[in-house]
Structure formats: structure tokens, C-alpha cells
């Protein structure tokens, strides 16, 4: 299979600058970010984790080229990330490392805030998150974006990792799902030890705004009537082509391992609720 979201060739990204961050918890390292252009025209650089004495390091931008290859075969609306090897220059040191690459997702006129922000500014009293979400006709949106975070593990959907779009006329309508690169096995490092020896199934601790912070109740918030496309062990050459060289075969197996065994835990309870 043609690997199309990936580019292997060493691109020379020495001029950008890595002027945006997001601290994550999960590592203690920081996401450096970069941007070209503005508007419905920009284009966004991410890196995986940095830090002064480590350099760059991780793999959240494999992570988020894989979510997004598993939002495709599901039909889920999401930002398409390609997956650039690259020499970029940070703190006036060059790198040759992966970085995630991604098209603006707004419309002309439309600008962002994020979910947490329109949740505080216009929900009901006494209203959750869900209940919203339900009354602004986005409910079938919020539980497909559970089940993917179920899928991949996702551990950051913070609530400024959601964001509502508004036009210019006054629309609005949810972004399509970004930032799911802390995720799958984030936390090992390289370490092929602990990158074998992480349970598929295990119930990471996520940091939520919708439901609740572990990905497994969040399950009961989707219905097995849920619309939304099927997985199949074939599926995995899809998932994981172009990879090699950006992480181990012992990774990537591991990373097919989880997407494979919560689909067909997802489906047992599916048929359980039927």
C-alpha cells in the first residue's frame, strides 16, 4: 500500500519557528508547534515531546498520523496529519527528527474558541456536558470521538483539545477531532521493554472534559446502534504502512495490538447490549 501520508525524504524546515507549546503531564516535556500562513490558509507544524537536555523525543506525531488514518477507515470527521521527516532547527540546535504536519481545518470567516470555554459561556444551569452537547445537535459527534479515544488510548482530551467553530453569520459546528497524538503507547520512550509489556486493554487515566476520566465508562455513554464505519484485521497494513524507520516493528505491533483488541472488546459489548 502506497504510504500518501508520509514523507520520507529529509525536508529542510530549518526556518521555521517553534514559537507555539503545549506542556503535557503525561512526559514532562513540552509539544514545540510552528505555523505557516494565516487563516483558512495556514499550515501547522507539531513536534513530539522537547526538552533542553533530552532534545526531541517520543513519538506523539507517529501517533497522530495513525489516529488519523483510524478516523478515516471509521468515517469520523477529523484533521488529516501527514507524517514529515525533517531537519528543523530548535534553540539554535538542528534536528533531524518526524514532525506531524496539518492543514488549517477552519473556513473562510469562521474562528475557533475552545469547548470548554463555549461549554461555560452557554450552557444551562445544572446542565452537563453531554446534555449540551445533545441540545446543540452534536451528541452523535461526542460519542464517536469517545469511542476513537477508546480505541487509541487517548489520555488529552482536555477541553481546549475540542473546539467550536463560528461563522461569520453566527453558525456553529464542532472542529473536527485534533491533537490525539498523547496516546496508544505514549509514555514508553523507545523502551521496548515496557513498549511489550503495555496491557491493550488497560484503562489509562484520561484527562477528559466530556464523561468521565476513564475511557472505559465512557463506553456506556455509546450506543451500539452508534453510526460509524467497521475495523478489520486487514485493516492493519492500513493503519501502520510508511511507519518503519519512524518506530520499531515491536511498537508498531504494539500499536495495532491496542486498536485490534479494544475493537473487538468495543463489538463484544456491542453484542452484549443487543
Known amino acids: 500500500m502506497r504510504a500518501y501520508d508520509v514523507i520520507r525524504t529529509e525536508q529542510d524546515l530549518r526556518l521555521l519557528s517553534w514559537s507555539e507549546s503545549g506542556q503535557t503531564s503525561a512526559s514532562g516535556g513540552t509539544f514545540l508547534k510552528a505555523r505557516t500562513g494565516v487563516g483558512p490558509h495556514a499550515m501547522y507544524y507539531k513536534l513530539s515531546c522537547y526538552d533542553s537536555y533530552r532534545g526531541i523525543y517520543g513519538h506523539e506525531c507517529v501517533n497522530e498520523v495513525i489516529a488519523s488514518r483510524l478516523m478515516e477507515l471509521l468515517g469520523v470527521s ?12 530548535v534553540d539554535g540546535e538542528e534536528h533531524v527528527t518526524w514532525l506531524a504536519r496539518s492543514k488549517s481545518f477552519r473556513a473562510a470567516g469562521e474562528s475557533k474558541m ?8 452557554k450552557h444551562g444551569k445544572g446542565e452537563s456536558q453531554l446534555e449540551f452537547c445533545e441540545r446543540q445537535g452534536w451528541l452523535e459527534d461526542i460519542q464517536r470521538m469517545m469511542l476513537v479515544d477508546y480505541l487509541i488510548a487517548n489520555r488529552d482530551r482536555h477541553g ?5 467553530l463560528r461563522s461569520r453569520e453566527g453558525d456553529v459546528r464542532l472542529a473536527p477531532l485534533f491533537d490525539n497524538g498523547v496516546s496508544l503507547v505514549f509514555s514508553c520512550y523507545g523502551d ?4 511489550r509489556e503495555f496491557d491493550p486493554l488497560a484503562d489509562v487515566r484520561a ?6 476520566r476513564s475511557l472505559e465508562e465512557n463506553l456506556r455513554f455509546v450506543p451500539a446502534t452508534l453510526r460509524i464505519g467497521a475495523l478489520a484485521e486487514s485493516d492493519k497494513d492500513t493503519l501502520l504502512a ?19 483488541q479494544r475493537w473487538l472488546h468495543w463489538r463484544s459489548l456491542c453484542e452484549e447490549r443487543a
Open 242 to 260: 510508511g511507519l518503519d524507520g519512524a518506530l520499531s516493528e515491536t511498537h508498531l505491533e504494539a500499536i495495532w495490538n491496542i486498536i485490534w
Open 207 to 212: 484527562n477528559n472534559f466530556i464523561g468521565t
Open 192 to 195: 521496548e521493554k515496557r513498549v
Open 78 to 89: 477529523h484533521v488529516h496529519y501527514t507524517l514529515v521527516h525533517a531537519r528543523v532547527l
Open 160 to 164: 481546549a483539545n475540542i473546539e467550536v
Open 114 to 121: 475552545a469547548f470548554d470555554t463555549f461549554f461555560d459561556l
